[in-house]
């Protein structure tokens, strides 16, 4: 017996899809491509799959989605939640359709020796005769000095020696034959590094010959449709093989995309990529090579591996050269990944003679503490709100997000710059940081992170709830007020808290104080665009003069640029694994007292923040 389906019109482009009884719309959506930014694993959660019913009947809203309609209004579903009982309409509402991305692209530069695993040889080979009747092959790879080849060359290797006069050109990957190209063919040597985030992915196309980037591009990781943290798509890919294939489909699509605009941009053809380097946390780097993490989630969160892994791109679809490598750095543990050792590995805190930490501020966020012999490190769950997630009218870094805040003296004037300069829609996490702070030094909000009613005429109560107006209906793009909500401001004060905590844990371990440290580095996208001083305001980081901050830019992909260009800087990154110690939080005895002082503003413990609390007493506007 056939399933029942219906028919789905989706305006405004038109487009119509079939959708199987029982099945949510935001599913039959993907199955036809068609994406609409859900972020929450389909759990009604994150409202970014919003939609308008036109016509036709739909499920009755369920609990979940009603608590969403409260604030957002009766008119609007949620496609995660909501199935048809006939052929129907709806209109997307695309907030962020068409928008530019603001990702992290770039990173600090390092000076090392050029030592890549790719090598071009230009050969002429002693052609044959009766006398001379060894075979081609052999050779080619005794006069490349090679160890062994790959098979996919087989079939070009006499026709490429004889067609050139025996005259060639030859890759090799690590004493591997993997290219016979004729002589008077151009040659260009290329290799990649990724930095796979678990929000974005980031590509650096080099020249393996002379180590020049030529080209970078970014996109969204395609796998934030079936969640935006790492815990929810674990739980998606565990459910079945299938849900394990669609989530490694969506990194390989993501990595073939950026692939091909970096080709095009660089006026180079796929097949001269043959090398590729991948840097991620231990999630991101097991599902790129087909492993659900499932054992990763629960205790005592054992990673499936964390060596390094080298296989064929051949084998995982990637669209570079057939003979192409794919390599993935060492994590050091089920949550401290590969990222970590590229942030490490770029920043040097090894090579600190003071104490000095590193903090990667993403949704999963890393700590690390470096004194003495003490090389300490703990991942936390920061949650995405610093990135604009799950907040009211938070957004992603794209044009029209609003990046930078200042509050006039009274509350009562609100000054913002926007991604592109453009009306804003909404505000990403640079500006929710900013927004937060100016609150604070305005007394807007006090200690506790209430929000204090009758603090200006910018707060006001909807639905019972205090909330702050960064934008009224008239100034936005979607004819929708930009506010800060009671609830936006506990979930940073979460999101703060378990990164200074985590900080000021590791650093009783390491016996320091926080204002011991010489060097605090800064990495991952947010933690580049975020301003240290604000960041201070609200607690976020230690209270440190500004100078001692520094802000790496992208570690994960200057990283894995680093390890792509040289061979031992592979040797680094391995003596990196084994020194670092991973500290289990939630095993600490004081770590619980820590999270709780840390979720005030800027502590509980007012003195560790002496100076910045002494600064905003005499603030000025910055606009």
């Known amino acids: 017996m056939n399933e029942a389906a219906y028919w789905l019109k989706v305006l405004p482009n038109n487009v119509i899809v079939k959708v199987m009884e029982k099945e949510n719309i935001i599913s039959a959506l993907l199955r036809h491509g068609i994406d609409l930014g859900g972020i929450c694993g389909g759990k009604g959660i994150c409202g970014k799959c919003a939609i308008k019913v036109i016509e036709g009947k739909t499920s009755e809203p369920t609990l979940q989605e009603k608590s969403w309609q409260k604030v957002n209004g009766s008119e609007y579903r949620l496609a995660c939640q909501t199935t048809l009982l006939s ?47 060894e075979a081609d092959l052999n050779k080619l790879i005794a006069e490349a000095k090679a160890f062994t080849f790959d098979p996919k060359i087989l079939k070009r290797v006499s026709h490429n020696l004889w067609k050139s006069n025996f005259m060639v050109n030859v890759i090799l990957y690590d004493g591997e034959l993997i290219d016979v190209i004729p002589y008077d063919k151009d040659v260009k040597v290329c290799g990649i590094a990724f930095d796979i985030g678990t929000t974005t992915v980031v590509g650096y196309l080099y020249n393996l010959e002379d180590g020049r980037l030529l080209s970078v591009r970014a996109q969204y990781n395609e796998q934030i449709k079936f969640g935006e943290d790492v815990i929810s798509r674990i739980e998606f890919a565990g459910k079945s093989d299938e849900n394990m294939r669609l989530m490694q489909d969506a990194i390989i699509s993501t990595l073939n995309k950026i692939i091909k605009e970096l080709v095009a941009a660089s006026k180079i053809s796929f097949d001269q990529i043959y090398d590729i380097v991948c840097s991620g946390n231990t999630v991101m780097t097991s599902f790129l090579l087909g492993n659900d993490c499932y054992y990763s989630s629960m205790a005592p969160y054992i990673p499936p591996f964390t060596l390094p892994v080298k296989c064929k791109t051949r084998d995982l679809g990637i669209r570079v050269s057939q003979t192409a490598y794919l390599r993935t750095l060492p994590s050091i543990s089920a949550y401290i990944g ?42 936390c769950a920061a949650g995405p709100a610093l990135e604009g997630y799950s907040i009211r009218c938070g957004m992603r870094a794209v044009e029209g997000a609003i990046e930078s805040i200042t509050i006039s003296e009274g509350g009562d004037q609100v000054y913002y710059r926007t991604i592109g300069g453009v009306k804003p829609a909404g ?132 990283g894995a640029s680093m390890l792509l260009l ?52 005499h603030f000025k506007t910055k606009f």
């Open 338 to 379: 590969g990222d970590v050792v590229a942030d490490i590995l770029v920043s040097e805190i090894y090579r600190e003679n003071g104490p000095a930490a590193l903090v990667d501020l993403g949704t999963n966020g890393e700590v690390v503490v470096k004194a003495g012999e003490k090389f300490l490190a703990a991942s």
């Open 566 to 617: 040289s061979k031992k800087k592979w040797n680094e990154a391995e003596e990196i694994v084994r020194k670092v110690k991973v500290i289990e939080l939630n095993l600490v005895p004081f770590f619980k007292d820590e999270f709780i002082n840390a979720t005030y503003f800027p502590h509980k413990d007012e003195k560790l923040f002496r100076n910045s609390l002494e600064k905003i007493k």
């Open 87 to 133: 052929d129907a309409t709806i209109e997307v509402l695309e907030t962020f359709k068409g928008s530019k991305m603001q990702i992290l692209s770039w990173i600090i530069s390092k000076d090392f020796n050029l030592e890549p695993n790719v090598v071009k040889l230009s050969l002429r080979i002693r052609k044959p005769s009766l006398e001379c009747q």
């Open 427 to 558: 505000i990403c996490g640079s500006g929710i940081v900013e927004a937060i702070a100016w609150m604070k030094i305005r007394g807007i909000i006090d200690r506790s992170g209430r929000i204090v009613e009758g603090s200006g005429n910018r707060v006001f109560r909807e639905n019972g709830e205090l909330q702050f107006i960064i934008a009224e209906e008239n100034e936005t793009a979607n004819g929708k007020r930009v506010v800060i909500t009671q609830t936006d401001i506990r979930k940073i004060q979460l999101a703060k808290a378990a990164i200074f905590s985590s900080l000021k844990t590791l650093s009783k371990l390491a016996n320091i104080e926080l204002s011991d440290l010489r060097r605090l580095f800064i990495a991952g996208a947010f933690g580049t665009y975020v301003d240290p001083f604000y960041a201070t305001v609200i607690g976020l980081l230690p209270d440190i003069s500004r100078e001692r901050f520094i802000q790496i830019g992208n570690g994960s992909g200057a």
